[in-house]
């Protein structure tokens, strides 16, 4: 059966210090992942999209890597600051182009001070 | 430019009554996309329209839950006869024609559905 994991629920981490979350797949087929972060009370707020023939990508202090072999994609935040706090979300795009999204549980961050 | 609204963000309901839950998309933006996500659980896909079609319901229960994109106006989620387990948070996401940015979805602050 199709499975998307991420691999914690809960993640604490110090400040300064690299957060990274892992996102695990099974029996899919993804033309691109997502990362997602959302707040308590809030809907989720679209991070980095990485395609199925894309390595990794970066933004200011956010880098995704993409492993289509290993069917697992990585998520890290450099430098991490208490406000980098939240859900993350994983999600799968199972095919191009305006197509629903398959979110994993997510893992729950919180950057100590 | 305003984000994707939904309203209401809290909707309380007792069992037998119907819940509608609205979106109106990004401007621009013709496709929507509404999902569930329960307590300690992934957000879950339920349905994708455009305007005045459903493309795909795949996920949405076959009795008592539809929803609409019309030509005017925003996409109503329904709910009839609402049960303890819908209660939930919904929430709709909306993404533009265009090849470039199609495949990212922007998303409502939710409504939180109470079934008492």
């Known amino acids: 059966s199709q499975k998307i994991e991420q691999n914690s629920e809960a993640l604490n981490i110090q400040e300064g210090k690299t957060a990274t979350l892992t996102c695990n797949y099974t029996n899919y087929s993804p033309a691109y992942l997502q990362w997602y972060r959302q707040d308590p009370g809030r809907g989720p707020v679209f991070l980095l999209l990485i395609r199925e023939n894309e390595k990794e990508k970066r933004k200011e202090r956010l880098k995704v890597t993409f492993d289509t072999t290993l069917k697992q994609s990585l998520f890290h935040i450099t430098a991490s600051q208490p406000a980098d706090s939240a859900t993350y979300l994983c999600a799968l795009g199972p095919g191009s182009g305006n197509t629903p999204l398959v979110f994993g549980k997510g893992t729950r961050l919180s950057v100590i001070a | 430019n305003a984000g994707v609204m939904q309203n209401p963000r809290h909707l309380v309901r007792r069992r037998g009554q119907e819940a509608r839950l609205r979106c109106s998309p990004m401007?621009?933006?013709?496709?929507v996309y509404w999902y569930r996500q329960l307590p300690e659980e992934g957000l879950k896909f339920m349905v994708y329209l455009q305007k005045e079609n459903i493309i795909d319901e795949s996920g949405m229960p076959k009795e008592r839950f539809s929803a609409e994109f019309p030509k005017e106006g925003p996409s109503i989620l329904r709910i009839q006869q609402v049960v303890r387990g819908d209660s939930a948070a919904y929430f709709c996401?909306?993404?533009?024609?265009?090849?470039?940015?199609?495949?990212?979805?922007?998303f409502g602050a939710g409504t939180r559905l109470s079934v008492l």
């Open positions: 401007k621009g933006h013709s496709h």
């Open positions: 996401a909306s993404s533009p024609r265009r090849d470039r940015d199609r495949d990212i979805q922007y």
